[in-house]
């Protein structure tokens, strides 16, 4: 029987069933759930909408903020990458989509697919790192079904985009660990850049992930061996 079980949890489609076991899950709660009940949701359409009204050649930085006051000081915060990027969206949308509910709907089932991304970046590194079968599918099914993980990316949050880049920082940094380049150094710092410019309260979580790394190449290998890596 445990034999059976084993054999069930480690197939390749019970990591497919959980994989879209988690995206119907997203899909449903980001239909049904009103537009507003998720924490700070109306902030970041807002906040996407107003990038939609301007122009495109405006650019994403806000010199000067004339409006939209009740938004919040949306000129000096850092954290403005997704809410730039899913203006492009609701710009697309708007012509066809005119209800605000229904624009809504549509960039939360966007941000369903970032979850599904997010997913396969963690099957991914934990194959990098050595597991297999079990482990793998058991952590992706304990996301699954974790509400907390599908209500947030069936929701309209910079949580769901800051996650997607955070989770390829890790493989820039395994990649790094594994080889010192100098393509990878500057892949690294364009995800970093990235990510600060979406949610910049991952900087402890980037500055932990850079240590690791410097700490691991040291131990690996002398530090003269890596900048020759690194300048070859």
């Keep these: 029987m445990l034999r059976k079980l084993r054999q069930l949890l480690e197939h390749p489609r019970f990591l497919t069933a959980m994989m879209v076991l988690f995206a119907l899950q997203a899909i449903i709660f980001s239909i049904l759930i009103p537009y507003k009940s998720p924490s700070d949701e109306e902030y970041h359409f807002r906040f996407t909408h107003y990038y939609a009204q301007r122009s495109i050649v405006a650019g994403p930085i806000i010199a000067d903020q004339t409006d939209n006051f009740d938004i919040g000081d949306i000129q000096r915060t850092p954290g403005y990458l997704y809410h730039y990027l899913s203006s492009f969206v609701l710009k697309l949308i708007q012509p066809i ?22 997913l396969l970046l963690i099957v991914s590194l934990l194959r990098r790192i050595g597991a297999r079968g079990l482990t793998v599918n058991l952590v992706v099914a304990w ?36 080889k010192v380049s100098i393509n990878r150094v500057l892949q690294l710092l364009a995800v970093t850049l990235a990510l600060m410019l979406t949610k910049e309260t991952f900087l402890p979580s980037i500055v932990i992930g850079y240590g690791l790394l410097v700490f691991g190449l040291l131990r690996k290998t002398s530090l003269q061996k890596n900048w020759q890596q690194l300048v070859r």
């Design 143 to 178: 996301l699954a079904i974790t509400t907390m993980f599908v209500w947030l990316f069936a929701a309209l949050n910079y949580d769901n985009l800051a996650i997607v880049l955070f989770m390829i920082l890790l493989h820039l940094l395994l990649s790094l660990y594994q």
């Design 97 to 118: 989509v005119t209800s605000e509910d229904g624009q809504v709907i549509v960039l939360r089932i966007i941000n369903v697919g970032l979850g599904v991304i997010t």
